[in-house]
């Protein structure tokens, strides 16, 4: 089945620690997302990327890292300079940057 | 970056009750969406609606895009219905800003 994968489904973050959340598609889309949402809130970008070996800084980048060496994966490093990590991430890919978006299951983050 | 409103912030109705769900932006938007997540945190798109209406079901949305704003409608509402909607709306074709959501429940 085609579709976006997300692991793990829960994770824990020591302090000092990074850590990386694994994103995978099956969908041939070339655009994928990485947003953070918070408790009560809507979601909030932190990066993108439209091809491979190139992505763009959204609104939260800060603390967080990520590559796409290959079409179907896009993985997101939360780094020790991100200070309040704790959030569910939600990964999402579309055809092209204007297009409908689909989301993977999500990554449940927590600081120990 | 645009502000997008959502309206009402929580909403509970009877099983088989009709309800709209509202979205205004700050900014015009050339490309709009709305999303359902369910109690697991699973976001499902339910229209990709840049302009005029569009309908699926019991679901429909209208965009007006001139006035900035999009409406969500569910008539005969079923306790499966029963979650969070977003609206994402854009204007550079690169980033979509979420509105903070409607909680829906529906009792039956």
């Known amino acids: 089945d085609g579709g976006i994968t997300q692991s793990p489904k829960y994770l824990f973050r020591k302090e000092g620690q990074n850590v990386t959340l694994s994103c995978e598609q099956n969908l041939n889309h070339d655009a994928m997302y ?19 070996n190139d992505f763009q800084k959204g609104d939260i980048a ?51 | 970056g645009i502000q997008v409103e959502q309206s009402p912030p929580d909403l509970i109705l009877q099983e ?16 709009l969406q709305w999303f ?3 109690p697991w945190g699973q ?7 840049p302009s005029g209406t569009k309908q699926n079901g019991r679901l429909s949305a209208t965009t007006v895009a001139t006035e900035r704003y999009s409406l969500l409608y569910i008539s005969s509402s079923q306790t ?18 979420f509105g903070t959501g409607t909680s829906l429940t529906v009792i039956p």
Not at chain 1, 34 to 52: A, E, F, H, K, N
Not at chain 2, 16 to 31: E, M, P
Request: a neutral charge; glycine letters at 8%.
């Open chain 1, 34 to 52: 990485w947003y953070r949402q918070d408790p009560g809130q809507g979601l909030r970008l932190i990066y993108y990327s439209q091809i491979v």
């Open chain 1, 62 to 112: 800060e603390g967080y890292s990520v590559s796409r060496e290959k079409k179907e994966s896009f993985p997101l490093t939360v780094t020790s300079a991100q200070k309040n990590p704790t959030a569910f991430y939600l990964c999402a890919s579309s055809e092209s940057g204007m297009a409908t978006q689909y989301f993977g299951p999500g990554t449940r983050l927590l600081v120990l």
């Open chain 2, 16 to 31: 088989g009750a009709n309800s709209t769900l509202r979205c205004n932006f700050s900014d015009s938007v050339n490309n």
């Open chain 2, 36 to 38: 359902h997540q369910n």
């Open chain 2, 43 to 49: 976001l499902i798109n339910l229209f990709y609606i």
């Open chain 2, 80 to 97: 499966t219905d029963s979650g969070v909607y977003f609206c994402a709306g854009s204007n550079t074709g690169n980033q979509f800003y």
